[in-house]
């Protein structure tokens, strides 16, 4: 399978405690993207890569929020001490430039 | 402020049918259009997309319609299918969104009846 893979794709955590998603984008991607997405919403940017670098965060990207794409290739979101209002489906998507994102199936984190 | 609107939440049609889908934009720095499709716990898949310069593109069974003037794209499914029943996004991007960064509509639940 060349598609997005995200991992895990549920997640039920503990409020206050951190929690990390992986991204692996299709493999000649050099655009990598997060959205989130809530009940009855449609996805919501939350921060975008080109290859290794982070070029644009959302406002709704708050301190305890923090993304990685180290080498280019995989991506790592991880929310710090985390509370309800995070709980969501969290997207990945990757593209080439100038053509559609392509979306992964999404990690869906429930803090309780 | 909501750049991208589709304003029905749902429409139900009868098999073999046309379904037609809604979006309003509000940005007119927006060039390129897309739609696409989600079922239940999967992320959205990619359908038919739409360059500013074009106002019409086709892809077996959807077709997008664009009219710039009047910032509105439609999408247009014919013969509607079952397994077309899914929540369908609008989304957008700009030259001035980094990277091609969509913007995203509500949705609208299509329902499409055997």
């Known amino acids: 399978d060349t598609g997005v893979s995200q991992d895990p794709r549920h997640k039920i955590t503990k409020r206050g405690q951190n929690v990390t998603f992986r991204c692996d984008p299709i493999s000649e991607h050099n655009r990598l993207y997060w959205y989130r997405q809530t009940l009855g919403q449609g996805p919501e940017f939350l921060t975008y890569f080109q290859n290794e670098a982070q070029l644009e965060k959302s406002r709704l990207l708050s301190d305890r929020f923090s993304a990685e794409r180290p080498k280019g290739s995989f991506s790592t979101l991880e929310i710090q001490r985390t509370e309800q209002g995070d709980s969501a489906m969290y997207l990945c998507?990757?593209?080439?430039?100038?053509?559609?994102?392509?979306f992964g199936q999404g990690t869906r984190l429930t803090v309780v | 402020d909501q750049q991208v609107k589709q304003n029905s939440p749902s429409l139900s049609v009868q098999e073999g049918r046309i379904s037609i889908l809604n979006c309003d934009y509000t940005?007119?720095?927006?060039?390129?259009f897309l739609w696409y499709k989600k079922y239940p716990a999967e992320g959205p898949t990619f359908l038919i997309s739409?360059?500013?310069?074009?106002d019409k593109n086709e892809d077996g069974r959807f077709t997008v319609f664009l009219n710039k003037s009047a910032k509105h794209l439609s999408l247009h499914i014919v013969p509607s299918q079952p397994g077309d029943s899914a929540v369908y996004f609008c989304?957008?991007?700009?030259?001035?969104?980094?990277?091609?960064?969509?913007?995203f509509g509500g949705g609208t639940r299509l329902m499409v009846k055997p």
């Open positions: 998507a990757s593209s080439t430039e100038g053509a559609g994102a392509f």
């Open positions: 940005n007119s720095m927006f060039d390129y």
């Open positions: 739409i360059s500013s310069i074009k």
């Open positions: 989304a957008a991007s700009g030259i001035n969104n980094a990277g091609n960064m969509l913007t």
